[in-house]
């Protein structure tokens, strides 16, 4: 079965400053990538999406993320983060074309001004 | 659209009482799914359904049940509610087929469960 991994559990990162969430999943064939975000006290929200083609994907709010094939990775980035970005960010995968999500455990973003 | 909805928004049991959680969407989706979100874990899948009287177990189905006699609607079921089942649930749709949307899943707000 596949899984997804994100190592930085907790970041705390300054306004402005540059942000690297880290995303490795393990399964070999086709797969369909997203990141998830979830504010507090709200549920999840749709970052972004990797379904084929440019492997560097855009998203809402400036995020965007870079889909490795060779890495099985799938980071997320956003140059200069705000305090508005605080929120816990997820990774998940589907593969072989299903519908079933597997979510990575997570990370907890926390921005101060 | 109001998207998927859900209630109660929380509520507590006590051990061995059994209750469902409610789910709606009004997007005309074909697939739903139940997750649990617990701390530091991410969401596990509990159940789906691929349509109307189709339904299949996930990662987690232990002590839970589901139904799915409408395209809007997909209940979640306990049946003997344990402490191990404090969670925060969430229950997402789905439209497969939809070149922009595909796979692409909407979350509705919730529901805080305590089992006590």
Known sequence: AQSVSQHNHHVILSEAASLELGCNYSYGGTVNLFWYVQYPGQHLQLLLKYFSGDPLVKGIKGFEAEFIKSKFSFNLRKPSVQWSDTAEYFCAVTTGGGNKLTFGTGTQLKVEL | ?116
């Open chain 2, 1 to 116: 659209n109001a998207g998927v909805t859900q209630t109660p928004k929380f509520r507590i049991l006590k051990i061995g009482q059994s209750m469902t959680l409610q789910c709606t969407q009004d997007m005309n989706h074909n697939y739903m799914y139940w997750y649990r979100q617990d701390p530091g874990m991410g969401l596990k899948l509990i159940y789906y359904s691929v349509g109307a009287g189709i339904t299949d177990k996930g990662e987690v189905p232990n002590g839970y049940n589901v139904s799915r006699s409408t395209t809007e609607d997909f209940p979640l079921r306990l049946e003997l509610a344990a402490p191990s089942q404090t969670s925060v649930y969430f229950c997402a749709s789905s439209y497969p087929g939809n070149g922009l949307a595909y796979n692409e899943q909407f979350f509705g707000p919730g529901t805080r469960l305590t089992v006590l």
